[in-house]
């Protein structure tokens, strides 16, 4: 069954493609699954790890939401995912290969998004971010410490996926992944989380449709349908334009989509109420990072695994990292705050 899918890869897929025979292979040798591709047996592997369970109770951008319809970090993943299979399949390169980078990419977000990452940050000699720890996830952590042993091209498309507030196109080899699938989750992560952090805030009510500046609605378009509409067709209309295989936007939109993550900044990320909740969320991660890093009896007492030749730092970084902002929270209440007596 394997053979019949690989041959099928080479019949359908562009020549700019990553073949799931192609691959540069795992990290431990093992034998190929008698049923599924590489990469569909990498997709699945994360699909099925205790870390994507987990994004469901982590935040994207409002803090532990009460409310049904917000994003969390598993909504916001399977957004990524469905935007860049969208385009995978469009151009004709590895759906497969698309969905495992996409599925695994924020693995390592910490509880409380990047207020959560940027608290470790400060906190971590070395330094923290999401995007060597979703690596550290897959590569060390998942299944006790034995890791998924993923196929190189997942890993680093998982590695390359990021962007920060930096450029969203780049030609940079160091900075983008070495498949072009790796590329289009590139992307699709800015797609994503641009359109449904917008939608959530205008549900929350920090905003008004009428507050976009129109330079952005003119370009993206009135909704949020619309928005994702345009970008993903704009993508798949300004790649493969060039030799040897390329994955872009037009310039128009990939300013507006610079211009509407900048201005999301202004407007969400650091409106008050919102930032008064990361402020209170940080307290939490740093108390519970001191807490650990001068207790390591504590640390493997609530749950945190330490491996050989780990320092207890990196121990307390992955147990934290790995919380979701409900446990962050209980664990926070039970270590530092009175328990009220019960009466049986
Ligand atoms: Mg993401």
Known sequence: ??????????????????????????????????????????RDRILH?????????????????????????????????????????????????????????DLGHTPFGHAG?????????????????????????????????????VRDGILKHSKGQGPILSDDPAVLAATLEGRIVRLADIIAYVSHDLDDALRAGFLRDSQIPVSITDVLGDSHACRIGTMVTDMIE?????????????????????????????????????????????????????????NEKALVAHGGRRLAGDSLDVSVVDFIAGMTDRYAINLYHRLFLPQPWKIF
């Open 117 to 153: 990452e940027r608290v470790l940050n400060e906190l971590v000699p070395g330094g923290f971010h999401h995007v060597r720890q979703s690596l550290r996830v897959v590569d060390v952590l998942e299944k006790e410490g034995a890791g998924l042993n993923l196929t190189f091209e």
């Open 238 to 294: 300004n790649s493969l334009v060039v030799e040897g295989g390329t994955i872009g936007l037009s310039e128009s939109v990939a300013e507006a989509i610079v211009n509407l993550r900048d201005w999301l900044f202004r407007h969400v990320y650091q409106v008050r109420t919102v930032h008064d909740d990361f402020e209170k969320a940080s307290r939490v991660l740093r108390e519970l990072y001191v807490f650990f890093a001068e």
């Open 1 to 42: 069954m394997r053979h019949q899918l690989e041959q099928r890869e080479q019949q359908i897929l562009s020549v700019h493609a990553c073949r799931s025979e192609q691959t540069a292979g795992r990290q431990i040798p093992e034998s190929p699954c008698p049923v599924r591709t590489m990469f569909q047996h990498d």
């Open 49 to 105: 790890c205790k870390s994507f369970r987990r994004l469901k109770h982590k935040t994207q951008v409002f803090l532990s939401p009460e409310g049904d319809h917000y994003r969390t970090r598993l909504t916001h993943t399977l957004e990524v995912s469905q935007i860049a299979r969208t385009v995978a399949r469009a151009l004709a390169l590895n759906e497969d290969l698309t969905e495992a980078i996409a599925l695994g990419h």
